[in-house]
């Protein structure tokens, strides 16, 4: 949703924003070219190539881009690097880059025979192979139903032990197939996306901490912008959308006592003014041209 993002984070020329998951670049290109000619524009990711990507992308204007190698819980620490204290406007987009799924080798796709890898960060020890061939098969289901909301967690879970105890489950493809054969045939065909979708976003998401990181950036996150800064996120499912959602109303009320006290006690102010009463999902054009971002979803706030 470039547009959209553009939008809502409102860049203007000598600002600071930190797009906090690079991927291909495209949306901090956009930042980029707003803030000309004298903001900055800080760059992270905690995928090496994507950072590598970038400075060829930013090559022409280095003096304007800072780019770092990590997580977006990060961000402190490299503004601190930066003695930077305050910034404009945050960007998080959580989907997949078109790249990690075409072109990583590291089986985030179930339509590639790759090795099961799935880490984001290749600096990261566990592997989805270690978690597939490892965990129990109650963690598996846990997994795969919390995380996937896979309906079918219980037969998935029972079926990966039992091929991995005839053989070890190593690629992308061999884990798709036995997902495949997991799920019952009238599931298969009432389903939109393929039948594996659920299983390997759960494992991704396990692999990479992802809910646990994103709440805990969240828990700070507005205290990295200047007054009438704005943070804009973009997720890609609903566990990611509901945490989102939910700190954004936190932040957005006023008073939380019950309602039976005679008078406000908590003394909470509002700190954010919510810019999306609504979720701003992709347009029909949009999904048409790529279909990747039938999923996105985008929630935005600006710092009172």
Not at 192 to 218: C, G, Q
């Amino acid at each position: 949703m470039p547009k959209e993002v553009a939008f809502y984070l409102n860049c203007k020329h000598g600002k600071i924003y930190a797009d906090c998951t690079l991927g291909g670049s495209g949306h901090a290109k956009d930042i980029l070219t707003k803030i000309l000619p004298d903001g900055l524009l800080i760059g992270i990711d905690q995928d090496k190539d994507a950072i590598e990507n970038a400075k060829t992308v930013f090559n022409r204007h280095a003096i304007n881009v800072q780019l770092f190698h990590g997580n977006f819980i990060l961000l402190s620490e490299f503004l601190s690097q930066l003695n930077i204290n305050k910034i404009d406007g945050i960007l998080l987009d959580l989907g997949l880059s078109l790249h990690q799924l075409q072109a990583s080798g590291r089986g985030f796709s179930f339509l590639k025979d790759e090795p099961l890898d799935m880490r984001m960060n290749v600096l990261s020890k566990i592997k989805a192979k270690d978690i597939v061939n490892q965990m129990d098969e109650a963690g598996l289901k846990k997994i795969f139903k919390v995380y996937g909301e896979e309906p079918h967690a219980f037969n998935i879970a029972r079926k990966i032990v039992k091929v991995r105890k005839q053989k070890a489950i190593a690629s992308s493809k061999q884990l798709s197939e036995i997902v495949c054969d997991a799920i019952p045939n009238k599931s298969i065909r009432k389903r939109k996306n393929h039948p594996a979708t659920k299983v390997f976003m759960s494992l991704r998401i396990v692999v990479n901490k992802e809910l646990e990181r994103l709440n805990s950036f969240l828990d700070d996150a507005v205290n990295y912008l200047n007054p009438h800064g704005r943070l804009c996120v973009l997720s890609f499912h609903s566990l990611e959308d509901r945490i989102v959602k939910n700190k954004f109303r936190t932040w957005a009320k006023e008073c939380i006592c019950p309602p039976y006290f005679p008078q406000c006690v908590c003394k909470k102010e509002k700190i954010v003014q919510i810019l999306t009463k609504k979720v701003i999902m992709s347009s029909k054009d949009e999904i048409a041209f790529n279909p990747m971002s039938r999923s996105a979803r985008l929630r935005a706030v600006e710092k009172i």
